[in-house]
């Protein structure tokens, strides 16, 4: 997991501007601010870091770097994706101090848990 995490900020820093928002301190309270206000700029950054998550947990898992955290079904879209994260923050506030990219992996391993 932490290989993981570890890669994901290395994806996620893009230059200098983008490190305040999306850097190693990004947590599930911050994600939850981006994907609940009234600027589209915060709501789409949020998409995008959760979509990042998700692309950056396929590619881990293809090359058998991680386990398997959710099993993401055929058709999900991000703005579904999106809104799994936001209700499992509004349901659980005490995971809003979690790193956020764990976050989106509890949600998305809650929501859409792989056989076992």
Same mark, same amino acid.
């Given at each position: ?27 599930? &309270?911050?994600?939850?601010? #981006? *994907?609940?206000?009234?600027?589209? @700029?915060?709501?789409?950054? =949020?998409?995008?870091?959760? $979509? ?30 999106? &809104?799994?994260?936001?209700? #499992? *923050?509004?349901?659980?506030?005490? @995971?809003?101090?979690?790193? =956020?990219?764990?976050?989106? $992996? ?11």
């Amino acid at each position: 997991m932490t290989r993981l995490l570890a890669l994901l900020l290395a994806l996620c820093w893009t230059g200098p501007s983008q490190a305040q928002t999306f850097g190693a301190f990004f947590n599930g &309270e911050q994600l939850y601010s #981006y *994907l609940t206000s009234d600027d589209d @700029s915060q709501r789409i950054g =949020a998409r995008g870091y959760i $979509a990042g998550v998700v692309d950056l947990h396929v590619v881990m898992v293809a090359s058998y770097s991680a386990p398997r955290l959710f099993c993401r079904p055929g058709g999900l879209t991000r703005d579904r994706t999106r &809104e799994i994260v936001k209700d #499992y *923050l509004e349901n659980r506030p005490e @995971s809003r101090q979690v790193f =956020a990219a764990e976050v989106v $992996a509890r949600a998305l391993g809650e929501a859409y848990p792989c056989p076992k």
